[in-house]
């Protein structure tokens, strides 16, 4: 069982910064693949960032260049550094562990942090 710990979210203003962080309680955090999704109020879950176990990233277009995601593998953390937040950022942000066994494809969800940008 893989149990995801996210940290970090808060209130901040327009063009203002916070680091998420989820924390993995595995044996082997290396072999998941990780991503930040997040739901706004009334809307669906989105991908917002994914970096793979060999460190290939990928962000949806609205955060491109603004956020940052990383991984420390020794630390069994991922991160998500966001800068020049919008008010179109306020969300709740769920870390996601993800893994292929065989064929079966298995997903592991945070229990979610607010961001909310506002002034």
């Known amino acids: 069982q893989v149990q995801l710990v996210e940290s970090g979210g808060g209130l901040v203003q327009p063009g203002g910064s916070l680091r998420l962080s989820c924390a993995a309680s595995v044996s082997v955090f290396n072999i998941y693949d990780m991503a930040w999704y997040r739901q706004a109020p009334g809307q669906q879950r989105e991908l917002v960032a994914r970096?793979?176990?060999?460190?290939?990233?990928n962000y949806a277009d609205s955060v491109k260049g603004r956020f940052t995601i990383s991984r420390d593998n020794a630390k069994k953390t991922v991160y998500l550094q966001m800068n020049s937040l919008k008010p179109e950022d306020t969300a709740v942000y769920y870390c996601n562990a993800a893994i292929l066994r065989v064929t079966t494809p298995f997903d592991y969800w945070g229990q979610g942090t607010q961001v909310t940008v506002s002034s």
């Open positions: 970096i793979t176990r060999g460190g290939s990233t």
